[in-house]
Protein backbone atom coordinates (compact mmCIF):
# COMPACT_ATOMS: atom_id res chain seq x y z
CA UNK A 1 0.00 0.00 0.00
CA UNK A 2 1.62 3.18 -0.76
CA UNK A 3 0.85 6.30 0.74
CA UNK A 4 1.60 10.01 -0.31
CA UNK A 5 4.33 11.38 2.90
CA UNK A 6 3.91 14.73 3.17
CA UNK A 7 7.30 14.26 5.05
CA UNK A 8 9.04 13.03 1.73
CA UNK A 9 7.08 14.38 -0.73
CA UNK A 10 6.93 10.71 -2.60
CA UNK A 11 4.34 8.33 -2.54
CA UNK A 12 6.17 5.37 0.39
CA UNK A 13 4.82 2.38 0.76
CA UNK A 14 3.30 1.57 4.28
CA UNK A 15 4.78 -0.36 6.63
CA UNK A 16 2.96 -0.36 10.03
CA UNK A 17 5.08 0.00 13.34
CA UNK A 18 3.72 -2.61 14.80
CA UNK A 19 2.23 -5.81 12.29
CA UNK A 20 -1.53 -5.93 11.76
CA UNK A 21 -1.71 -2.46 13.75
CA UNK A 22 -2.43 1.26 12.38
CA UNK A 23 -2.70 4.06 14.64
CA UNK A 24 -3.38 7.05 13.78
CA UNK A 25 -4.11 10.71 14.79
CA UNK A 26 -6.63 13.11 12.97
CA UNK A 27 -6.72 16.63 14.22
CA UNK A 28 -10.38 17.71 14.52
CA UNK A 29 -12.12 20.62 14.68
CA UNK A 30 -12.44 23.86 16.67
CA UNK A 31 -15.96 23.71 18.09
CA UNK A 32 -17.41 27.00 18.29
CA UNK A 33 -19.78 26.84 15.82
CA UNK A 34 -21.54 24.37 13.16
CA UNK A 35 -19.30 22.54 11.46
CA UNK A 36 -18.67 23.17 7.47
CA UNK A 37 -18.63 20.96 4.54
CA UNK A 38 -14.76 22.16 4.12
CA UNK A 39 -13.95 20.48 7.91
CA UNK A 40 -16.42 17.58 6.38
CA UNK A 41 -13.46 16.65 4.26
CA UNK A 42 -10.53 15.66 6.28
CA UNK A 43 -13.49 13.47 8.49
CA UNK A 44 -14.52 11.48 5.69
CA UNK A 45 -11.25 11.26 3.32
CA UNK A 46 -9.70 9.82 6.66
CA UNK A 47 -12.82 7.54 7.86
CA UNK A 48 -12.68 6.02 4.58
CA UNK A 49 -8.72 5.17 4.81
CA UNK A 50 -9.66 3.71 8.28
CA UNK A 51 -12.09 1.85 6.96
CA UNK A 52 -9.86 0.57 3.76
CA UNK A 53 -7.09 -0.65 6.42
CA UNK A 54 -9.94 -2.16 8.36
CA UNK A 55 -11.19 -4.26 5.41
CA UNK A 56 -7.44 -5.17 4.55
CA UNK A 57 -7.83 -6.92 8.52
CA UNK A 58 -5.50 -4.02 10.44
CA UNK A 59 -6.59 -3.05 13.89
CA UNK A 60 -6.93 0.72 14.02
CA UNK A 61 -6.30 2.83 16.76
CA UNK A 62 -8.55 5.58 15.48
CA UNK A 63 -7.84 9.34 17.65
CA UNK A 64 -9.45 12.60 16.44
CA UNK A 65 -9.49 15.54 19.22
CA UNK A 66 -12.12 18.45 19.79
CA UNK A 67 -9.94 21.84 20.32
CA UNK A 68 -12.31 23.16 22.76
CA UNK A 69 -10.31 25.96 24.36
CA UNK A 70 -9.76 28.50 21.86
CA UNK A 71 -10.09 32.49 21.11
CA UNK A 72 -13.14 31.91 18.87
CA UNK A 73 -14.89 29.99 21.68
CA UNK A 74 -14.34 32.46 24.46
CA UNK A 75 -15.70 35.26 21.79
CA UNK A 76 -19.00 33.19 21.29
CA UNK A 77 -18.97 32.34 24.87
CA UNK A 78 -18.95 35.96 25.89
CA UNK A 79 -21.43 37.11 23.14
CA UNK A 80 -23.74 34.77 24.19
CA UNK A 81 -23.30 35.58 27.90
CA UNK A 82 -22.65 31.83 28.83
CA UNK A 83 -19.45 29.35 30.08
CA UNK A 84 -17.20 28.30 26.74
CA UNK A 85 -18.29 25.22 28.16
CA UNK A 86 -21.68 25.42 26.90
CA UNK A 87 -20.16 26.48 24.16
CA UNK A 88 -18.09 23.72 23.17
CA UNK A 89 -20.40 21.06 24.64
CA UNK A 90 -23.26 22.29 22.43
CA UNK A 91 -20.98 21.98 19.03
CA UNK A 92 -19.35 18.87 20.11
CA UNK A 93 -22.53 16.97 19.95
CA UNK A 94 -24.27 19.04 17.06
CA UNK A 95 -20.24 17.96 15.25
CA UNK A 96 -21.05 14.31 16.25
CA UNK A 97 -24.69 14.25 14.87
CA UNK A 98 -23.13 15.26 11.63
CA UNK A 99 -20.24 12.74 12.01
CA UNK A 100 -22.89 10.22 12.30
CA UNK A 101 -25.32 11.37 9.20
CA UNK A 102 -22.12 11.56 6.81
CA UNK A 103 -21.84 8.02 8.02
CA UNK A 104 -18.08 8.83 9.82
CA UNK A 105 -17.45 6.16 12.40
CA UNK A 106 -16.24 7.36 16.08
CA UNK A 107 -12.83 7.45 16.72
CA UNK A 108 -12.14 4.76 19.09
CA UNK A 109 -11.16 8.09 21.11
CA UNK A 110 -12.25 11.61 21.08
CA UNK A 111 -10.34 13.16 23.31
CA UNK A 112 -10.89 16.66 24.52
CA UNK A 113 -8.42 19.64 25.09
CA UNK A 114 -9.80 20.77 28.29
CA UNK A 115 -9.51 17.52 29.61
CA UNK A 116 -6.36 16.91 28.79
CA UNK A 117 -3.99 19.69 30.74
CA UNK A 118 -2.19 18.05 33.10
CA UNK A 119 -0.56 15.95 30.01
CA UNK A 120 0.58 19.77 28.87
CA UNK A 121 1.73 20.89 31.65
CA UNK A 122 4.08 17.67 32.23
CA UNK A 123 5.51 17.96 28.65
CA UNK A 124 6.03 21.45 28.44
CA UNK A 125 7.96 21.12 32.07
CA UNK A 126 9.91 18.19 29.83
CA UNK A 127 10.39 20.60 26.99
CA UNK A 128 11.84 23.02 29.74
CA UNK A 129 14.05 21.06 31.01
CA UNK A 130 15.57 20.03 27.79
CA UNK A 131 16.69 23.28 26.82
CA UNK A 132 13.56 23.61 24.05
CA UNK A 133 11.41 25.74 26.16
CA UNK A 134 11.94 28.86 28.28
CA UNK A 135 9.56 31.01 30.42
CA UNK A 136 9.27 34.78 29.42
CA UNK A 137 8.88 37.24 32.45
CA UNK A 138 4.89 37.79 31.85
CA UNK A 139 4.92 33.68 32.30
CA UNK A 140 3.99 32.88 28.62
CA UNK A 141 5.92 29.89 27.79
CA UNK A 142 7.93 28.91 24.54
CA UNK A 143 9.14 26.60 22.35
CA UNK A 144 12.50 27.56 21.45
CA UNK A 145 12.73 26.43 17.62
CA UNK A 146 16.31 27.25 17.08
CA UNK A 147 16.66 24.33 19.50
CA UNK A 148 15.24 21.35 16.86
CA UNK A 149 17.62 21.09 14.14
CA UNK A 150 15.13 19.51 11.99
CA UNK A 151 12.57 23.06 12.23
CA UNK A 152 10.82 23.00 8.74
CA UNK A 153 11.47 19.23 7.69
CA UNK A 154 7.41 18.61 7.12
CA UNK A 155 6.98 22.28 5.22
CA UNK A 156 10.18 22.20 3.54
CA UNK A 157 10.91 25.78 4.85
CA UNK A 158 14.34 26.66 6.07
CA UNK A 159 14.11 28.89 9.23
CA UNK A 160 16.45 31.64 7.93
CA UNK A 161 14.16 32.65 5.06
CA UNK A 162 11.24 31.97 7.06
CA UNK A 163 12.62 34.12 9.93
CA UNK A 164 13.39 37.17 7.26
CA UNK A 165 9.86 37.03 7.06
CA UNK A 166 8.56 36.61 10.58
CA UNK A 167 11.12 39.39 11.54
CA UNK A 168 8.92 41.79 9.31
CA UNK A 169 5.40 40.18 11.24
CA UNK A 170 6.56 40.52 14.87
CA UNK A 171 3.74 41.90 16.59
CA UNK A 172 3.62 43.84 20.01
CA UNK A 173 3.25 41.52 23.09
CA UNK A 174 5.45 39.32 21.52
CA UNK A 175 8.62 41.26 22.14
CA UNK A 176 9.26 38.35 24.85
CA UNK A 177 10.38 36.27 22.57
CA UNK A 178 14.12 34.90 21.75
CA UNK A 179 13.02 34.45 18.63
CA UNK A 180 11.01 35.34 16.01
CA UNK A 181 10.00 31.69 14.95
CA UNK A 182 9.13 30.69 18.44
CA UNK A 183 5.92 29.68 19.38
CA UNK A 184 3.32 29.80 22.35
CA UNK A 185 3.04 26.39 24.67
CA UNK A 186 1.43 28.40 27.25
CA UNK A 187 0.04 31.60 27.66
CA UNK A 188 -1.18 33.74 30.96
CA UNK A 189 -5.26 34.35 31.21
CA UNK A 190 -7.22 37.10 30.03
CA UNK A 191 -10.02 38.58 31.74
CA UNK A 192 -13.29 36.42 31.58
CA UNK A 193 -11.30 33.50 29.99
CA UNK A 194 -11.20 30.25 31.46
CA UNK A 195 -7.54 28.95 32.76
CA UNK A 196 -5.83 26.71 34.58
CA UNK A 197 -2.93 26.75 38.08
CA UNK A 198 0.59 26.34 36.47
CA UNK A 199 4.07 26.75 37.45
CA UNK A 200 4.40 29.59 34.76
CA UNK A 201 1.10 31.86 35.43
CA UNK A 202 -3.14 31.16 35.34
CA UNK A 203 -3.22 30.56 31.96
CA UNK A 204 -3.97 28.24 29.29
CA UNK A 205 -2.11 25.94 26.58
CA UNK A 206 -1.25 27.05 23.07
CA UNK A 207 -3.01 25.29 20.44
CA UNK A 208 -0.29 23.03 19.19
CA UNK A 209 0.51 21.37 22.14
CA UNK A 210 -2.66 20.09 23.11
CA UNK A 211 -1.96 17.52 20.07
CA UNK A 212 1.11 16.51 20.66
CA UNK A 213 -0.23 15.68 24.16
CA UNK A 214 -3.14 14.20 23.10
CA UNK A 215 -1.40 11.99 20.45
CA UNK A 216 1.37 10.95 22.90
CA UNK A 217 -1.62 9.86 25.68
CA UNK A 218 -4.26 7.27 23.83
CA UNK A 219 -1.31 6.24 20.83
CA UNK A 220 2.01 6.64 22.29
CA UNK A 221 5.45 8.48 21.44
CA UNK A 222 5.43 7.25 17.98
CA UNK A 223 2.43 6.73 15.60
CA UNK A 224 2.05 5.55 12.15
CA UNK A 225 -0.17 8.48 10.57
CA UNK A 226 -0.80 11.81 11.34
CA UNK A 227 -3.36 13.32 9.59
CA UNK A 228 -5.58 16.81 8.79
CA UNK A 229 -6.08 19.27 6.22
CA UNK A 230 -3.31 20.81 4.14
CA UNK A 231 -3.61 24.35 5.98
CA UNK A 232 -2.34 22.50 9.04
CA UNK A 233 1.06 21.64 7.81
CA UNK A 234 2.70 24.96 8.68
CA UNK A 235 2.87 26.04 11.45
CA UNK A 236 0.55 23.20 13.49
CA UNK A 237 2.16 20.19 12.09
CA UNK A 238 5.82 21.55 12.19
CA UNK A 239 5.29 22.45 15.79
CA UNK A 240 3.64 19.31 16.97
CA UNK A 241 6.92 17.21 15.56
CA UNK A 242 8.91 19.83 16.97
CA UNK A 243 7.08 19.45 20.11
CA UNK A 244 6.82 15.27 20.40
CA UNK A 245 9.97 14.95 18.88
CA UNK A 246 12.26 17.35 21.39
CA UNK A 247 10.52 15.94 24.48
CA UNK A 248 9.71 12.59 23.75
CA UNK A 249 13.22 12.29 21.69
CA UNK A 250 11.84 9.46 18.84
CA UNK A 251 10.03 9.90 15.78
CA UNK A 252 6.72 11.37 15.93
CA UNK A 253 4.50 10.00 12.81
CA UNK A 254 5.73 7.85 9.72
CA UNK A 255 3.29 9.38 7.76
CA UNK A 256 1.65 12.76 6.87
CA UNK A 257 -1.31 12.94 5.01
CA UNK A 258 -2.67 16.08 4.28
CA UNK A 259 -6.47 16.57 2.16
CA UNK A 260 -6.41 19.80 -0.19
CA UNK A 261 -9.17 22.07 0.09
CA UNK A 262 -12.78 22.49 -0.28
CA UNK A 263 -13.39 25.30 -2.62
CA UNK A 264 -16.20 27.00 -3.33
CA UNK A 265 -16.53 29.46 -6.57
CA UNK A 266 -12.57 28.08 -6.98
CA UNK A 267 -11.83 29.89 -3.26
CA UNK A 268 -10.90 28.55 -0.27
CA UNK A 269 -14.18 27.93 1.73
CA UNK A 270 -13.75 29.25 4.88
CA UNK A 271 -15.05 30.59 8.19
CA UNK A 272 -13.76 33.90 7.84
CA UNK A 273 -14.27 34.54 4.08
CA UNK A 274 -18.03 33.84 4.85
CA UNK A 275 -18.32 31.35 1.81
CA UNK A 276 -19.47 28.42 3.22
CA UNK A 277 -22.19 25.76 3.80
CA UNK A 278 -22.45 23.95 6.81
CA UNK A 279 -23.79 19.95 6.88
CA UNK A 280 -26.60 21.11 8.41
CA UNK A 281 -27.67 23.35 5.42
CA UNK A 282 -26.64 20.98 3.05
CA UNK A 283 -28.60 18.03 4.85
CA UNK A 284 -31.73 19.82 4.34
CA UNK A 285 -31.53 19.70 0.68
CA UNK A 286 -29.43 15.93 0.19
CA UNK A 287 -29.14 12.76 2.22
CA UNK A 288 -25.45 13.30 3.70
CA UNK A 289 -24.38 10.41 1.94
CA UNK A 290 -24.76 12.02 -1.09
CA UNK A 291 -21.68 14.72 0.33
CA UNK A 292 -20.00 11.74 1.37
CA UNK A 293 -20.29 10.54 -2.40
CA UNK A 294 -19.34 13.84 -3.79
CA UNK A 295 -16.27 14.45 -1.44
CA UNK A 296 -15.01 10.75 -2.54
CA UNK A 297 -15.34 11.61 -6.32
CA UNK A 298 -11.74 12.84 -6.31
CA UNK A 299 -8.79 12.65 -5.10
CA UNK A 300 -8.43 13.61 -1.33
CA UNK A 301 -4.83 15.85 -2.33
CA UNK A 302 -6.45 17.16 -5.52
CA UNK A 303 -8.70 20.57 -4.58
CA UNK A 304 -12.30 20.01 -5.08
CA UNK A 305 -14.55 22.57 -6.19
CA UNK A 306 -17.99 22.40 -4.67
CA UNK A 307 -21.32 22.64 -6.91
CA UNK A 308 -24.82 21.81 -7.44
CA UNK A 309 -24.16 20.44 -10.68
CA UNK A 310 -21.60 18.32 -9.15
CA UNK A 311 -24.03 17.04 -6.15
CA UNK A 312 -26.59 16.17 -8.55
CA UNK A 313 -24.01 14.09 -10.20
CA UNK A 314 -23.37 12.50 -7.11
CA UNK A 315 -26.60 11.72 -6.07
CA UNK A 316 -27.66 10.08 -9.70
CA UNK A 317 -24.13 7.90 -9.49
CA UNK A 318 -25.06 6.74 -5.47
CA UNK A 319 -28.73 6.29 -6.93
CA UNK A 320 -27.67 4.25 -9.87
CA UNK A 321 -25.56 1.76 -7.08
CA UNK A 322 -28.60 1.88 -4.58
CA UNK A 323 -30.81 1.12 -7.21
CA UNK A 324 -28.65 -2.00 -8.52
CA UNK A 325 -28.30 -3.37 -4.73
CA UNK A 326 -32.43 -3.27 -4.39
CA UNK A 327 -32.55 -5.17 -7.48
CA UNK A 328 -30.43 -7.96 -6.55
CA UNK A 329 -32.09 -7.99 -3.42
CA UNK A 330 -35.10 -8.83 -5.49
CA UNK A 331 -33.27 -11.34 -7.62
CA UNK A 332 -32.29 -13.16 -4.34
CA UNK A 333 -36.10 -13.66 -3.34
CA UNK A 334 -36.69 -15.29 -7.19
CA UNK A 335 -33.49 -16.75 -7.71
CA UNK A 336 -32.41 -20.54 -6.81
CA UNK A 337 -29.73 -22.89 -7.18
CA UNK A 338 -26.37 -23.00 -4.51
CA UNK A 339 -24.34 -23.48 -7.98
CA UNK A 340 -22.64 -21.03 -9.98
CA UNK A 341 -24.08 -21.04 -14.16
CA UNK A 342 -21.27 -21.64 -16.14
CA UNK A 343 -21.65 -18.49 -17.83
CA UNK A 344 -21.82 -16.81 -14.38
CA UNK A 345 -18.26 -18.28 -13.51
CA UNK A 346 -17.38 -16.31 -16.45
CA UNK A 347 -18.50 -12.97 -15.12
CA UNK A 348 -17.67 -13.60 -11.33
CA UNK A 349 -14.33 -13.84 -13.08
CA UNK A 350 -14.80 -10.34 -14.45
CA UNK A 351 -16.15 -8.80 -11.10
CA UNK A 352 -13.28 -10.66 -8.97
CA UNK A 353 -10.89 -8.39 -11.09
CA UNK A 354 -12.85 -5.02 -10.74
CA UNK A 355 -12.30 -5.71 -6.97
CA UNK A 356 -8.53 -6.37 -7.64
CA UNK A 357 -9.20 -2.39 -9.59
CA UNK A 358 -10.91 -1.02 -6.50
CA UNK A 359 -8.24 -2.41 -4.26
CA UNK A 360 -5.52 -1.37 -6.54
CA UNK A 361 -6.99 2.27 -6.87
CA UNK A 362 -6.78 2.49 -2.78
CA UNK A 363 -3.48 0.78 -2.59
CA UNK A 364 -2.47 3.66 -4.86
CA UNK A 365 -3.01 6.67 -2.03
CA UNK A 366 -6.31 5.81 -1.59
CA UNK A 367 -7.67 7.10 -4.83
CA UNK A 368 -11.55 6.81 -4.42
CA UNK A 369 -12.31 8.45 -7.58
CA UNK A 370 -10.53 5.25 -9.24
CA UNK A 371 -12.34 2.94 -6.67
CA UNK A 372 -15.35 4.22 -7.36
CA UNK A 373 -14.89 3.52 -10.94
CA UNK A 374 -14.26 0.18 -10.25
CA UNK A 375 -17.80 0.29 -7.70
CA UNK A 376 -19.69 1.22 -10.71
CA UNK A 377 -18.11 -1.34 -13.06
CA UNK A 378 -19.74 -4.37 -10.93
CA UNK A 379 -23.07 -2.13 -11.29
CA UNK A 380 -22.93 -2.52 -14.88
CA UNK A 381 -21.89 -6.11 -14.82
CA UNK A 382 -24.60 -6.55 -12.27
CA UNK A 383 -27.55 -4.68 -14.22
CA UNK A 384 -26.79 -6.21 -17.40
CA UNK A 385 -26.23 -10.22 -16.08
CA UNK A 386 -28.73 -11.07 -13.25
CA UNK A 387 -31.69 -12.19 -14.51
CA UNK A 388 -34.68 -14.72 -13.62
CA UNK A 389 -33.06 -17.37 -14.93
CA UNK A 390 -29.43 -16.50 -12.47
CA UNK A 391 -28.60 -18.21 -9.94
CA UNK A 392 -28.57 -17.61 -5.90
CA UNK A 393 -25.18 -18.65 -5.29
CA UNK A 394 -24.29 -15.59 -8.53
CA UNK A 395 -27.19 -13.06 -7.09
CA UNK A 396 -25.59 -13.64 -3.44
CA UNK A 397 -22.04 -13.07 -4.94
CA UNK A 398 -22.57 -9.69 -6.33
CA UNK A 399 -24.75 -8.05 -3.80
CA UNK A 400 -22.35 -9.19 -1.39
CA UNK A 401 -19.16 -7.99 -3.47
CA UNK A 402 -20.98 -4.26 -3.81
CA UNK A 403 -21.94 -3.92 -0.64
CA UNK A 404 -18.48 -5.00 0.77
CA UNK A 405 -16.48 -2.37 -1.63
CA UNK A 406 -19.50 0.12 -0.60
CA UNK A 407 -19.06 -0.30 3.02
CA UNK A 408 -15.21 0.96 2.40
CA UNK A 409 -16.40 3.88 1.13
CA UNK A 410 -19.14 4.45 3.73
CA UNK A 411 -21.68 4.30 1.73
CA UNK A 412 -25.01 2.39 3.23
CA UNK A 413 -26.42 0.24 0.20
CA UNK A 414 -29.86 -0.20 2.07
CA UNK A 415 -32.06 3.11 0.94
CA UNK A 416 -33.27 4.93 3.54
CA UNK A 417 -36.83 5.93 3.62
CA UNK A 418 -36.37 9.39 5.56
CA UNK A 419 -38.18 12.37 4.17
CA UNK A 420 -36.10 14.96 2.93
CA UNK A 421 -37.22 18.65 3.90
CA UNK A 422 -37.41 19.62 0.77
CA UNK A 423 -40.02 16.64 -0.76
CA UNK A 424 -41.83 18.22 2.47
CA UNK A 425 -41.52 21.82 0.83
CA UNK A 426 -42.74 21.12 -2.62
CA UNK A 427 -45.89 18.57 -0.97
CA UNK A 428 -47.07 21.87 0.77
CA UNK A 429 -46.36 23.86 -2.28
CA UNK A 430 -48.29 21.18 -4.01
CA UNK A 431 -51.50 21.64 -1.15
CA UNK A 432 -51.54 25.54 -1.48
CA UNK A 433 -52.06 25.17 -5.31
CA UNK A 434 -54.70 22.78 -4.62
CA UNK A 435 -56.19 24.85 -2.12
CA UNK A 436 -56.43 28.28 -4.54
CA UNK A 437 -57.51 25.92 -7.47
CA UNK A 438 -60.43 25.19 -4.74
CA UNK A 439 -59.67 21.46 -4.85
CA UNK A 440 -60.32 20.66 -1.21
CA UNK A 441 -60.44 16.91 -1.54
CA UNK A 442 -56.57 16.85 -3.56
CA UNK A 443 -55.31 19.02 -0.38
CA UNK A 444 -56.90 16.71 2.55
CA UNK A 445 -55.83 13.84 0.65
CA UNK A 446 -52.02 15.61 0.29
CA UNK A 447 -52.17 16.43 4.50
CA UNK A 448 -53.33 13.17 5.01
CA UNK A 449 -50.21 11.53 2.80
CA UNK A 450 -47.72 14.26 4.79
CA UNK A 451 -49.48 12.76 8.28
CA UNK A 452 -48.79 9.15 7.25
CA UNK A 453 -44.93 10.52 6.56
CA UNK A 454 -45.30 11.96 10.34
CA UNK A 455 -45.14 15.67 8.94
CA UNK A 456 -47.59 17.39 10.63
CA UNK A 457 -49.40 20.96 9.05
CA UNK A 458 -50.36 24.05 10.72
CA UNK A 459 -51.84 26.95 9.18
CA UNK A 460 -50.69 29.84 10.32
CA UNK A 461 -50.99 33.37 9.46
CA UNK A 462 -47.91 33.49 7.93
CA UNK A 463 -48.33 30.90 6.15
CA UNK A 464 -47.90 27.19 6.87
CA UNK A 465 -45.61 25.67 9.52
CA UNK A 466 -44.96 21.81 9.63
CA UNK A 467 -43.59 19.32 11.93
CA UNK A 468 -41.82 15.92 12.64
CA UNK A 469 -43.96 13.82 15.33
P1 LIG B 1 -10.47 23.90 12.02
O1 LIG B 1 -11.72 23.77 12.85
O2 LIG B 1 -10.40 25.17 11.24
O3 LIG B 1 -9.22 23.62 12.83
O4 LIG B 1 -10.53 22.77 10.89
C1 LIG B 1 -10.71 21.40 11.15
C2 LIG B 1 -10.20 20.59 9.98
O5 LIG B 1 -10.88 20.97 8.77
C3 LIG B 1 -8.71 20.79 9.68
O6 LIG B 1 -8.14 19.54 9.33
C4 LIG B 1 -8.70 21.74 8.50
O7 LIG B 1 -7.56 21.59 7.72
C5 LIG B 1 -9.93 21.24 7.75
N1 LIG B 1 -10.51 22.25 6.82
C6 LIG B 1 -10.95 23.49 7.12
N2 LIG B 1 -11.45 24.10 6.02
C7 LIG B 1 -11.33 23.23 4.99
C8 LIG B 1 -11.67 23.25 3.59
N3 LIG B 1 -12.26 24.31 3.03
N4 LIG B 1 -11.39 22.16 2.85
C9 LIG B 1 -10.80 21.08 3.40
N5 LIG B 1 -10.46 20.97 4.70
C10 LIG B 1 -10.72 22.03 5.50
ZN1 LIG C 1 -3.70 19.07 15.64
Known sequence: MKIFNTLSRRKEEFVPLEEGKVKMYVCGPTVYNFIHIGNARPMIVFDTVRRYFEYKGYDVNYVSNFTDVDDKIIKKAIEEGVDSEVISRRYIAECKKDMADMNVMPATTHPQATQEIDGMLEMIQTLIDKGHAYVAKDGTVYFRTRSFKEYGKLSHKNLDEMMS???????T??????DPSDFVLWKPKKDGEPYWES?????????HIECSVMSKKYLGDQIDIHAGGEDLVFPHHENEIAQSEAANGKTFANYWMHNAFLNIDNRKMSKSLGNFFTVREIGEKYELQVLRFFMLSAHYRSPLNFSADLMEASKNGLERILTAVERLKDAQGKASGAELQADEQTNVAAAKEFVGKFEAAMEDDFNTADAITAIFELVKLSNSTVTDA?????????????????GVMGIITERKEEVLDSEIEEMIAARQQARKAKNFALADEIRQKLLDMGIVLEDTREGVKWKRV
Open 173 to 178: GEENKE
Open 199 to 207: PWCQGRPGW
Open 165 to 171: GLRELKV
Open 390 to 406: SSRAYVDFLKETIEKLC
